[in-house]
Nanobody, 122 residues
Framework: QVQLVESGGGLVQAGGSLRLSCAAS????????MGWFRQALGKEREFVAA????????YYADSVKGRFTVSRDNAKNTVYLQMNSLKPEDTAVYYC???????????????WGQGTQVTVSS
């Protein structure tokens, strides 16, 4: 069992930055691929970014490529999402998720956090 807790969301102006964190419980964090997803009001949950267990490879949705950076610190059981050049269309609840095995860009993850709201004003 893995418990995930996101933090770092908030209200920011367009062009600004936020850094989300996701702290995981348990001793096997390094055995999980980690993903970030978001869900805007009235829309389906969508993939944002993901990172392999070792942190060696990262993956991004086209809509955030070049603006967002996913990273992890396995010693701290934490995964991060650095979001720069934020746009109003980035407004959503952001979720982190953990998955045994390889990275996928679908919602097929085993564990989910409760989400953190990110609001970007124009």
């Amino acid at each position: 069992q893995v418990q995930l807790v996101e933090s770092g969301g908030g209200l920011v102006q367009a062009g600004g930055s936020l850094r989300l964190s996701c702290a995981a419980s348990g001793r096997t964090f390094s055995s999980y691929a980690m993903g970030w997803f978001r869900q805007a009001l009235g829309k389906e949950r969508e993939f944002v970014a993901a990172i392999r267990r070792s942190g060696g490879s990262t993956y991004y949705a086209d809509s955030v490529k070049g603006r967002f950076t996913v990273s992890r610190d396995n010693a701290k059981n934490t995964v991060y999402l650095q979001m720069n050049s934020l746009k109003p269309e980035d407004t959503a609840v952001y979720y982190c998720a953990a998955r045994s095995g390889v990275v996928v860009t679908t919602t097929q993850y085993d564990y989910w956090g409760q989400g953190t709201q990110v609001t970007v004003s124009s």
